[in-house]
């Protein structure tokens, strides 16, 4: 239990701090997905945070191109061979 509440902190801790500017005000959005166990690795995160970056003059997030891109449901590999693909990463 100590090393997911570690795990998760150390989430919602680089979110807080990645999240900046721009997607600033998109925090409580990622802490969401991150609470519920929808991102659970850095590297979804980072790309996560590319997704809103590219977006972030959209007034809403499109939630289902948005977990497509950052893996919700994927294996780490899965998220870097597909971005890689993309040149997104």
Known sequence: MY???????NLIYAAATKATGSIETKRAFLAKYIGQGKITTSLQLDFAITYLKKNAGLPEINAEEFEKSCGVNKSSFFIYKTNIMKNEY
């Open 3 to 9: 090393l997911l509440t570690l795990l998760l902190g």
